[in-house]
């Protein structure tokens, strides 16, 4: 680094030597960073410890309760733990149903269970469903008699536009009038002017 160039750190925290202690290795180190290490290990440590105690407990146990099962034997026994914890959890379940309603939870559902042959069951649809529904249908129907002429609407617009196609007509029939007198006039004039040369 060139001379110099050297930035310092604004508030760069400075640590002085009577805040430093010797580390198990020898080295000096604030006494706060020690003691935060510490903390963090003697939590990791008895974690560790509460762990394996556990381990040791529950191991100690099986050995007791049950001298060298077989792996048949511990399957079969697995199982009907399994069964009797589904059995007491139905009876909660019932127990539940029957409570004192002031003092159960309104918002739990008791009772709805899904099954894989609810899921494919035809449902009823919401309010919304069939009133949306309801509309589509309708409009539908209406648009068939519109197309039909059958609505006031239809026999309006047929009515207004055989009064429209009239007027073509007619402006059509007065346009052709006056072109062919047009035509007619235009001839009569050159016709003059061919007896006027000629003369």
Do not use: C
Request: glycine residues 4%; without cysteine; proline residues 3%.
């Amino acid at each position: 680094m060139a001379r110099g160039t050297f930035k310092q750190k604004r508030g760069g925290g400075r640590s002085f030597s009577k805040n430093l202690v010797l580390d198990e290795h020898g080295t000096a180190v604030s006494a706060d960073k020690l003691r935060n290490k510490d903390d963090d290990s003697d939590d990791d440590d008895d974690s560790d410890e509460e762990e394996e105690e556990s381990e040791e407990e529950e191991s100690e146990e099986d050995e007791t309760a049950q001298p060298e099962l077989t792996r048949a034997e511990r399957k079969a026994l697995k199982k009907t733990q399994k069964q009797a914890k589904q059995k007491n959890d139905e009876d909660e379940d019932e127990d539940e149903a029957g409570q004192d309603p002031l003092l159960s939870n309104p918002n739990t559902t008791v009772g709805k269970k899904m099954n894989i042959s609810s899921l494919n069951a035809p449902r009823e649809p919401t309010r919304r469903e069939r009133e949306a529904k309801e509309a589509k249908d309708a409009k539908e129907k209406y648009w068939k008699m519109h197309e039909q002429g059958k609505t006031d609407q239809a026999k309006a617009d047929l009515a207004r536009l055989q009064k429209i196609r009239a007027e073509r007509e007619a402006a059509q029939a007065r346009r052709k009038a006056e072109a062919d007198a047009k035509s007619a006039e235009i001839a009569a004039k050159r016709e003059q002017q061919l007896k006027g040369k000629r003369i």
